[in-house]
T-cell receptor, first 115, second 114 residues
Framework: QKEVEQDPGPLSVPEGAIVSLNCTYS??????FMWYRQYSRKGPELLMY????GNKEDGRFTAQVDKSSKYISLFIRDSQPSDSATYLC???????????????FGTGTRLTVIP | DGGITQSPKYLFRKEGQNVTLSCEQN?????MYWYRQDPGQGLRLIYY???????QKGDIAEGYSVSREKKESFPLTVTSAQKNPTAFYLC?????????????FGPGTRLLVL
């Protein structure tokens, strides 16, 4: 079983729709949760960062973490064609582990917002 | 401008040839990473380095080599032993120690085999 599972999509929605992107994970030690956005042929850019459970809002984007269910979500309100990209979730454990790679990525969900 | 630069943007490799991908960062980050991205497979970790003159293998290190002689630089060599090198290569960096584990990525290098 992978540490992080993410539905690869593709997901197509009309402009203005609410988009829900999700990841599940198996390691209960994960405490930091991130969402990256990657446009075609570009490097991923950090979109949202949350620590532990709860919601975090930034403009049209809301990141939600449910640690009891080991489930995180990214919601995009009033989706725009410019939101068309691949969205990757990532998560890491609390604390510093010498010699260890602490960040685990989902495979990414490809989103297309149709004008 | 602080950030991560990768060069070249596109790289062509002939059979039996070693090629080196450049990664430089001016974020003063201690840790640097190399990932390979193939369609439908997400990011796979090749090598990472948490400190100068030290690095560890990731999940798919075979056929690759790295060096970390300077904090700012983490070049990746794709050797002739890597039989399927065509992919998008991403370099990343992060702070180390307690605190955030957020990684910041460069723009990537696309490697193609002639």
């Amino acid at each position: 079983q992978k540490e992080v599972e993410q539905d690869p999509g593709p997901l197509s929605v009309p402009e203005g729709a609410i988009v829900s992107l999700n990841c599940t994970y198996s390691n209960s030690a994960f405490q930091y949760f991130m969402w990256y956005r990657q446009y075609s042929r570009k490097g991923p850019e950090l979109l949202m960062y949350t620590y532990s459970s709860g919601n975090k809002e930034d403009g049209r984007f809301t990141a939600q973490v449910d640690k009891s269910s080991k489930y995180i979500s990214l919601f995009i309100r009033d989706s725009q064609p410019s939101d068309s990209a691949t969205y990757l979730c990532a998560m890491s454990v609390l604390g510093y582990q010498t010699g260890a790679n602490n960040l685990f990525f989902g495979t990414g969900t490809r989103l297309t917002v149709i004008p | 401008d602080g950030g991560i630069t990768q060069s070249p943007k596109y790289l062509f490799r002939k059979e039996g040839q070693n090629v080196t991908l450049s990664c430089e960062q001016n974020l003063n980050h201690d840790a640097m990473y190399w990932y390979r991205q193939d369609p439908g497979q997400g990011l796979r970790l090749i090598y990472y380095s948490q400190i100068v003159n030290d690095f560890q293998k990731g999940d798919i290190a075979e056929g690759y080599s790295v060096s970390r002689e300077k904090k700012e630089s983490f070049p990746l060599t794709v050797t002739s032993a890597q039989k399927n090198p065509t992919a998008f290569y991403l370099c990343a960096s992060s702070r180390e120690g307690q605190g955030k584990k957020t990684q910041y990525f460069g723009p990537g290098t696309r490697l193609l085999v002639l």
